[in-house]
């Protein structure tokens, strides 16, 4: 039986051929059908080998990719870790005393005395304490405007405070944001110098945040366009390199409570 066809389909083609060509064709049209259908056996085994050798080819590709990112990820949580544990390690006025120095140095800077309108972050648990910070700029005139994540997302917006005794409550991830009712209130485009934390940073600028990405993702349209300070304790500083992503922002500049250290430029406050 011809291989691929059932039993009746081979009878149909049998009587079609027996009463169009008669009884004398018949053999060779049966060598005929049997060495098309080796041949296509032949070209099918072909292609299915050829298919396998690029999906394994592919599995090969994509095998070390997956490699560095395991490794990348796993060299920056273990740089994570590091720094956290140095940064929960402080004493309470140990806190309160380097956040104020790096206030200061802040405040010195010509950056800072050129911007108008300023992007802060509300400080959380071991950050860089910024709440005296912030109303210091308030009290000043400064525009102070503070970022909020979307829930379910790794989006960020901002927010213009007036006060930060009634314009911040506790929100995504359990960090200080600004309350609803003032979300949505400012554009990007006129933030003139940014300030954001870190749980470490290296000796070229590279920043390693929290592994949202919320950062990262908001800074690229603002970098070159405004100053990107970083606020770290000194401790959070790493003497190793952070591997460094495509989605990566590094810093213009991080003030610790050492001084200032700006990224381009071998000049340090």
Known sequence: MISGLGFFEVIIILLIVLMFFGSKELPRFIREAARMIGKLRLYSEKVRRELNEVTSFTSDIAS???????????????????CLKRRKSLTEEEHTQK????????????EFKKAKTVLMYAAAKTEVRTEECIKSMLSKGRRVVLPYCYPNSSEMGIAEIKDFSTDIRVGEYKMLEPVDEIRNNFLKSDIQLVVCPGVGFDKNGARLGRGKGCYDAFLKELKEKAPIVGFAYQCQMLSEDLPFDYHDIPMDMIITEEGVKRYGQDTTI
């Open 64 to 82: 070390p990719e997956k490699s560095f990112r395991d490794e990348v990820n796993e060299k920056k949580n273990r740089l994570r870790a590091i």
């Open 99 to 110: 956040s104020a120095l790096i206030a200061e140095y802040l405040f010195e800077t010509d």
